[in-house]
C-alpha cells in the first residue's frame, strides 16, 4: 500500500503566527499545564528548547521571548480543518495526531492524473489553512513517516517500492524514532545500536531474544517491512439544530438557557444514533447583524450536553469580560453544527449497584431521624462554566429515595 504522510512541525506556533503575524520577527514560547508547573509545548527553531522543558527554565535561556500561554481548543480546530481538506483528497485518512496524518493514495493516479498531481491536491490542502507540511510517500506507513521527517515544504520525499531501496534510505537514521516503547530503545543504544542501519545488520532471532516482540517488530521496519494498516476515519453526516429566541436577549441567564436548550436538542439526536460528537461549532446572530463563531473540538467525542453547555458558557464568560468582547449585542438566533461523530468513550460503572443503593437509603434515613441536619453532603453543579470557583458548584444534603 502506498501511503502519503503528512507532518506540520510546530503547529501550535504556526497557528500563533497566522493569529498574529508580528510575531515571525520574534522568539516565541508557547507552554501549557497547570499554572504551578507550566512546561513547554511548542518554541521557535532558534530556541531549541524541547517540548516538556520548565517554562522557567526556558525563559531564564531566552528572557527575551514572547510567552504566550497555549489555545489547545483553537490548534486542535485548525489541525481538523486540515483534516476536512485531506478527506476531499481522499476517503482512507488516518489521523494520527496532531499535526500528524496517513493518507492511502493507491487508486488516486488514475483520479487525479497521476502521483505528483494527487501529492500536489495533497499539500494544497495544508497550505490553503496557513501551514507548511512536510510530505513523504512510501510504501508503508512508518517509511512514509520517515520520508517526511526528512522532506522539506514543498519538496515532498518519494521512496520507491523497492524494498532494498527504503532500507538504504533508513539506514542512517536514528532508532530513537521507531514506534517503540522507551525502553527497547534505551536496550538498543546500550548496544551500540544507534542507527536503523545498526539494527537492520542484526538477525531477527537475536533481537527477538534481547526485545521479544518489540524486536522482531523493529527489525521488519528497518527493512522495509511495514505490516501496520490506516485506523481510517469514518465520515459521517453532522447533526445541525438552530434556535431562535421570541426576542433578542442581552442576559446571560437567558443565553445559557437558550444554549442549553438547543444543545439538549442537537446532542439527543447524536444519541439518537449512538454516537458521540467530536466537533462543535456554534453560532450567534445578534440584532446589530453581526455574528460570533465558536469552535470546540472534544478532546474525546462526547455525548453529554452538559459537558458542551460547560464548554461554551466557560468561553462565553471568558470572553464578555474583555474590552474587544464579539458579543457586543443581544442575541436573536443560535445555531449549533456537530461533527467528527465517533464512538462515545467509555464510562466507568457507578460505586454502587441497586441493593448497596437500598442500604445507603436506609443509612440515610437512620441518621436523619437521629440528628436534627444530615451529615452527608454531595457536590452538586450549579454554575459549572463561571470563572469563579465557589460559584461552580455547592454542597447539598444527600436525601433517601
Known amino acids: 500500500m502506498t501511503i502519503a504522510c503528512v507532518k506540520i512541525s510546530h503547529l501550535p506556533l504556526q ?25 513547554v509545548l511548542d518554541a521557535s527553531s532558534d530556541t531549541r528548547l524541547r517540548r516538556g522543558m520548565s517554562l522557567l527554565r526556558a525563559m531564564s535561556q531566552h528572557p527575551e521571548a514572547s510567552v504566550i500561554r497555549a489555545d489547545e481548543a483553537f490548534y486542535d480546530a485548525r489541525w481538523h480543518d486540515v483534516i476536512e481538506s485531506l478527506l476531499n483528497v481522499s476517503d482512507r485518512v488516518e489521523d494520527a495526531a496532531r499535526g500528524n496524518a496517513f493518507i492511502a493514495i493507491d487508486g488516486l493516479s488514475e483520479l487525479y492524473g497521476g502521483q505528483d498531481q494527487t501529492i500536489a491536491l495533497i499539500s494544497e490542502a495544508t497550505t490553503k489553512h496557513g501551514f507548511e507540511a512536510r510530505i513523504g510517500v512510501a510504501p508503508g506507513r512508518f517509511p512514509a513517516y520517515c520520508a517526511a521527517i526528512r522532506a522539506r515544504p514543498h519538496k515532498p520525499v518519494k521512496l520507491p517500492s523497492n524494498r532494498a531501496a527504503v532500507r538504504d ?44 516482540p518489540d524486536g522482531r517488530r523493529a527489525w521488519e521496519l528497518v527493512n522495509g517491512i511495514d505490516r501496520s494498516t490506516l485506523n481510517t476515519i469514518e465520515r459521517t453526516k453532522t447533526i445541525i439544530d438552530t434556535l431562535q429566541f421570541p426576542w433578542p436577549v442581552a442576559s446571560m441567564d437567558a443565553l445559557s438557557f437558550g444554549v442549553r436548550a438547543l444543545l439538549d436538542r442537537a446532542f439527543a439526536s447524536v444519541q439518537r444514533i449512538s ?14 447583524a453581526e455574528h460570533w463563531d465558536y469552535t470546540h473540538v472534544f478532546k474525546e467525542p462526547t455525548d453529554s450536553a452538559t459537558l458542551a453547555h460547560s464548554v461554551v458558557m466557560t468561553h462565553v464568560e471568558t470572553i464578555v469580560q474583555s474590552d474587544a ?7 436573536e438566533t443560535i445555531s449549533v453544527e456537530l461533527s467528527r461523530l465517533g464512538q462515545a468513550r467509555a464510562e466507568q460503572s457507578g460505586l454502587w449497584n441497586d ?47
Open 355 to 401: 441493593h448497596e443503593k437500598g442500604d445507603l437509603d436506609t443509612a440515610l434515613r437512620q441518621l436523619n431521624a437521629k440528628l436534627t441536619a444530615s451529615p452527608i453532603k454531595t457536590v452538586v453543579d450549579v454554575e459549572p462554566w463561571s470563572r469563579i470557583p465557589e460559584r461552580r458548584q455547592a454542597l447539598a444534603e444527600v436525601t433517601s429515595r
Open 169 to 212: 534510505f533508513l539506514a542512517p537514521m536514528p532508532v530513537d524514532i521507531l514506534p517503540l516503547e522507551n525502553r527497547a530503545i534505551d536496550l538498543m543504544h546500550d548496544f551500540a545500536l544507534d542507527t536503523m542501519g545498526d539494527l537492520a545488520n542484526q538477525s531477527v532471532s537475536a533481537l527477538q531474544a534481547q526485545l521479544g
Open 325 to 331: 468582547s464579539p458579543i457586543r449585542s443581544p442575541v
Open 275 to 288: 454516537k458521540a460528537a467530536g466537533r462543535m461549532d456554534l453560532t450567534c446572530e445578534m440584532s446589530d
Open 15 to 39: 497557528c500563533e503566527l497566522v493569529r498574529a503575524p508580528d510575531l515571525s520577527s520574534r522568539l516565541v514560547i508557547i507552554y501549557h499545564g497547570e499554572e504551578s508547573r507550566p512546561t
